[in-house]
């Protein structure tokens, strides 16, 4: 049974568009959520966090969102790169053992 | 500063062979975590460790699997008799301190394992 969900397992968006990124968790323990983003090839890398405490954390041009009520978060991305093309994984917790959703491909065109 | 270190970063063994991952953590860094992804899945966590101790190993499976972090030298995850569901990719993570949150944690590169 998956805890953290990743509904969508690609999204195509065009160069400066805003890119939403969206996962559900069923868990209400959860009290601690992430975002990685990985290239091909290579291992995750740390985006952006935000605690249950918060419903917003903004990092430069990457903002998550976490709506607690409906158990949802979702990463934007404003405004989208072709850089930005990767597999973003959400993940949530409430250790140090995080529970990773399946992720999602974000293409971004030029 | 190296990164996380893994290797190799491609292993293919034949049913009934032993696999064995490598992981060196970031400098300084004395935690290590082992995560297996799945075709199609996200990562699971396996085990937790530090020097010379297993901290959480409750994501292992319980048999042909095991991990040990030696006081010199590499983090290593051992699998034994490998069957065609073990092909996966291994990924290994380390961090300053195991209390913190998960963006402590610093990944590597992976071991694709592939068995034929």
């Known amino acids: 049974d998956q805890q953290v969900k990743q509904n969508s397992p690609s999204l195509s968006v065009q160069e400066g568009r805003i890119s939403i990124l969206n996962c559900d968790y069923t868990?209400?323990?959860?009290?601690?959520f992430l975002w990685y983003k990985k290239y091909p090839a290579e291992g995750p890398t740390f985006l952006i966090s935000i605690s249950s405490i918060k419903d917003k954390n903004e990092d430069g041009r990457f903002t998550v969102f976490l709506n607690k009520s409906a158990k949802h978060l979702s990463l934007h991305i404003v405004p989208s790169q072709p850089g930005d093309s990767a597999v973003y994984f959400c993940a949530a917790g409430g250790s140090y053992i995080p529970t990773f959703g399946r992720g999602t491909s974000l293409i971004v065109h030029p | 500063n190296a990164g996380v270190m893994q290797n190799p970063r491609h292993l293919v063994r034949r049913r009934g062979q032993e696999a064995r991952l490598r992981c060196s953590p970031m400098k300084g860094h004395s935690h290590v975590y082992w995560y297996r992804q799945l075709p199609e899945e996200g990562l699971k966590f396996m085990v937790y460790?530090?020097?010379?101790?297993?901290?959480?190993e409750s994501g292992m499976p319980k048999e042909r699997f095991s991990a040990e972090f030696p006081k010199e030298g590499p983090s290593i995850l051992r699998i034994q008799q490998v069957v065609r569901g073990d092909s996966a990719a291994y990924f290994c993570?380390?961090?300053?301190?195991?209390?913190?949150?998960?963006?402590?944690?610093?990944f590597g590169p992976g071991t694709r394992l592939t068995v034929l």
């Open positions: 460790l530090q020097k010379e101790n297993i901290i959480d």
């Open positions: 868990n209400s323990m959860f009290d601690y």
């Open positions: 993570a380390s961090s300053l301190t195991g209390t913190g949150g998960w963006n402590e944690q610093f």
